[in-house]
């Protein structure tokens, strides 16, 4: 028996994957999780753990992150003095690999699809995170199962582009 098939009860047991999402969402807002405990996570040790849930196969649980997770890449576009924290910037180029892993789920993409602005904050991290540029075409494409090979990093990338039918 592996460790997922013995974690799984005590994950749905306790709602684990909703206080992820739910103690992701508190850390962006540098508000406490659980409410009112006077706890405060730090998001990039928090994205690390929902990079390593998703290599080992968590995507469908991890759907509900999807928007705080799109949420940390949108935090690499300028605000108005057009300037970005380093840490924002730290978040973001986290988060890309995270949402990269989760991409072959369908579900996911139409959910990173729904953030209008999430491809120009992609744009934005090309040079500083690599696997950006293959979150954007992934979006940008409609996946085939003979287009996906594993990197040496256990992340799953497209070889062969398939252009959306309009």
């Known amino acids: 028996m592996s460790f997922n098939e013995l974690a799984e009860p005590l994950w749905t047991s306790t709602g684990f994957f909703d206080d992820l999402q739910g103690c992701l969402a ?33 995507s469908q649980q991890l759907l509900q992150v999807v928007p705080p997770l799109v949420a940390c890449v949108l935090r690499r576009l300028p605000q108005g003095d ?21 991409a072959d789920q369908e579900e996911a993409l139409h959910a990173m699809r ?10 934005q991290l090309i040079v500083e995170e690599p696997a950006a540029a293959e979150l954007l075409e992934a979006l940008a494409l409609e996946p085939r199962a003979a287009d996906i090979h594993v990197t040496e990093m256990g992340v799953e990338t ?5 252009a959306l039918v309009a």
Request: hydrophobic share 50%.
């Open 26 to 58: 508190a850390s962006l807002e540098l508000q406490p999780w659980p409410p009112e405990s006077n706890i405060y996570h730090r998001p990039w040790k928090l994205l690390k753990s929902c990079l390593r849930l998703a290599l080992a196969g968590h």
């Open 82 to 102: 057009g300037l970005v924290a380093a840490e924002d910037a730290r978040i973001a180029r986290l988060a890309v690999p995270v949402l990269l892993a989760m």
């Open 114 to 123: 729904t953030f209008s602005p999430l491809p120009g904050a992609l744009r």
């Open 158 to 162: 497209r070889t062969a582009p398939v």
